[in-house]
Nanobody, 124 residues
Framework: QVQLVESGGGLVQAGGSLRLSCAPS????????WGWFRQAPGKEREFVAG????????DYANSVKGRFTISRNSGQNMLYLQMNSLKPEDTAVYYC?????????????????WGKGTLVTVSP
């Protein structure tokens, strides 16, 4: 069974940076769209950023544009999320996900596989 494993979460002060990584347990050759989502306490899960694996096209939530960067390493089959200028409101569990298609109106709807998440806590 394919699994996605996130790493890189932790505690950081506001203004700091973290880099999240996502590693699949097996090569997912046919998965086109890869994304990061997050869920803060008491809130619904929300889309953060996404990337087309083969074309490199990226998408970002307005709340993270200019601060977060999604990238992938095709050779190592790794997905990353570089998070800079972190704010307390970025505190959440961050999930990696992948799917065969991109659903622009509902990014989570196109995802076939999900990781278990990594916690990011940003202190004031």
């Amino acid at each position: 069974q394919v699994q996605l494993v996130e790493s890189g979460g932790g505690l950081v002060q506001a203004g700091g940076s973290l880099r999240l990584s996502c590693a699949p347990s097996a090569r997912l050759f046919n998965m086109y769209y890869w994304g990061w989502f997050r869920q803060a306490p008491g809130k619904e899960r929300e889309f953060v950023a996404g990337i087309g694996w083969f074309d490199g096209n990226t998408d970002y939530a307005n709340s993270v544009k200019g601060r977060f960067t999604i990238s992938r390493n095709s050779g190592q089959n790794m997905l990353y999320l570089q998070m800079n200028s972190l704010k307390p409101e970025d505190t959440a569990v961050y999930y990696c996900a992948t799917g065969q298609r991109k659903v622009a109106s509902n990014p989570s709807g196109g995802m076939n596989y999900w990781g278990k998440g990594t916690l990011v806590t940003v202190s004031p």
